[in-house]
């Protein structure tokens, strides 16, 4: 039933195998400790039996002792079968599976403002990322026997290990074999784990132990819910005879636990008055007669850790995961629906589904309501199952509402099978101070966490959109990873900025690991990026940093990240660093006007950094293998959208100008920068149309290795800069690539056919196809803007008033008008 959270995934005291099936003892029987990568409890739990439920020493003895209800977790069934055992019998105390110190947290789960899925969060204090989790959804048997007891006013007790020796158990010097000799409990246990459901499902001749489950216990309605309980039993005690702790050591350990506390609590209410809640696993273990010395022999010198347990949200998609912090179940969303449904539950399904679809506009009637009810039952009857299951009814909403359609039905998969729900925790649960700023920030900028994917856009005019990006960008920094920003929302520089929001589980780790950086989500940021400065190794990794900080509003570190700027970049005279860090700079600073944020300090950085790339930037690109020149072009690239950028920069564009002309005339420098030079030239006006082709004339001549020349055309007109639109609208370039294309010896045309391919294979599909049209008509050799036949709207030189008539339309649509 838990899941865990640690640096390095290691082995709890049960079920501990990281990549263990959703059906091994510890995990289908148990609610476990699991960590990080573990798989915990399976889907289909166990009910309990109420008649002959007095069990000692694994046999039925009615009257004669405490009241076991063995179960699997997460189950519609388990949760009909404890609340049908609680009611009958009224125990004056409920024992459950979990972590002692849960016992302070019980009377919160009677809070109104507790709405299920949650979780039991127990953290190490000293190392919060080492955490556990114990989920309930509302169809969890724990649950269900808390919620009873809280309503009838018994007492509640946790039972199982603390959670300051699970979380210890992160360390490997425990070893599994130190703590408990083999033989402890009759049989050695070696082997691998073993599969308590899966060999009673083969003694019942079922290949698939899940089917089995379901069709022994699930579905079957109109039962006595005390009849599964003692044939349950009898296996289990047969099974743990066979395969002793059945591969898993440490549980020998937590039941040792578990008898220990079911001792004091007979003692306190006594032996008629106890009920005990846990994994049908542990039921013969319980039973046992062992005695007290024996018992806390086994807990001797057992490792600890200081811990703080909470209660936090919890979601059904996480229930529905197998590994990480799911609890395993592939449906949550159906079992809910079971065990919320008073009767009826195929028919009440499909009325769901059907709404569903319905609001989704998908043609839906009753008709086909009660032919996919009427499928399904069919089914259930040819596969010989008691009641229609998932499978029955999911075949019969793909065949009859879906109309055999995968499509609709991964929507019902998603919104009902297992639904986005995510529960609630009262505002007086424990938390961490920097937990409790973060919640009081949500409330006031009306940021709800939700288990839902959504989208959120923001207008940074505005004062609430604006603090909601600062606190998502503190967030961010603080790697609490809430929400992302989405890319095509927002632009550089501009008021708009797009975010992607949703909230998981484990993020509440993630706010208690940032608590040491401070009490509130600003100091903790703040707190964080000047540790950050100070360690950073790279040059593009401050100026990153730099930039995170302006979007985050962190004017309190900005002058830490500002002195360890200018110390590295005084210190690094690679070229490439500099310019790799440049373009972080120039977004800092546009985004620091957009924000009103002041930027003076940084823009004296940038422009320092902007100058040693100008002249250092020529000899850097000399000599450089393909891989190297290849690199070096992005990094031009960045440069160039950069300093655009940057407020001011006149001076800046004209010596940028300089620098890509004598890159572009050098002979020296690899073909794919050179191209790529006389490209930014000729998009920025700064050569005529004249003035490339001379240079890629130059570049294409007979003399020019081809492999240099096929360098210079991916430069020139590859990757994503329009290089292929520049060829259909000006037939001279177009001629020229195909002249020297048509000359290439046969001997190296193959050496250059693979960097063309991809050149050529960026364009979009239309102008590949217009490319092939031309040079099968064979391109003129015209004047420069030659116009295609047939193709209206273009001309030799562009309108300038034409151009000039959509500017007012166009800084309307951008909201830029306030900047014209």
Known sequence: MTSAATSEPTPALRGEQTSAPASTPAAAFAPTPVHSTASASTSAPAPASVAASRVRAGAAVPGGGPLLLGVRHHGPGSARGVRAALDAAEPAVVLIEGPTEADALVSLAADPAMRPPVALLAHAVDDPGRAAFWPMAAFSPEWVALRWALDRGAAVRFIDLPAAHTLAAADPTWDDGDDVPDGEDGVSGSGPPVDPVAELAAAAGYEDAERWWEDAVELRGGQDPAAPFEALAEAMGALREAYGHGGHPRDLVREAHMRIRLRAARKEFGDDAVA?????????????????????????????????????????????????????????????????????????????????????????????VIEAVRLAEGLAALRGRPRPGLDETTDAVRAVLCEGSDVPLDLVRDRLVVRDVLGEVPAGAPAVPLQRDLARRQRTLRLKPEAAERDLDLDLRKDTDGERSRLLHRLRLLGVGWGEPSTGRSGTGTFREGWRLRWEPELHVRVAEAGVWGTTVEAAATARARSRATGAKALADITALAEQCLLAGLGDALPVVMRALADRAALDTDVSHLAQALPALARALRYGDVRGTRTTALAEVAAGLAERICVGLPPACAGLDPDAAAAMRERIDEVHRALALLPGADGLADRWAGVLHRLADRDRIPGVLQGRAARLLLDEGRIAVDGAAVLMSRALSPGTPPADAAAWIDGFAGGASGGGLLLVHDERLLGLVDAWLTGVPADAFTDVLPLLRRTFAAYEPGVRRTLGELVARGPGAGDPGHVLPGVPGFAADPDPDRADAVLPLLHLVLGTEVLV
Do not use: N, Q
């Open 276 to 368: 005990v809640v846990c994994g049908a696993w542990h039921v013969p273990a319980l039973t046992r007669k062992t005695t007290v010395t024996a018992d806390r022999a086994l807990l001797k010198g057992l490792p600890k850790v200081r811990t703080e347990t909470t209660w936090v949200p919890w979601t059904h998609r996480r229930l529905a995961r197998r590994s990480g912090y799911g609890a395993g179940i592939a449906s949550p969303g159906w079992y809910a629906h079971l065990f919320a449904a008073p009767d009826r539950p195929v028919e009440r399904w499909m009325t769901r589904v059907a709404g569903l679809l319905r609001a989704e506009d998908h043609p839906v009637s009753p008709a086909h």
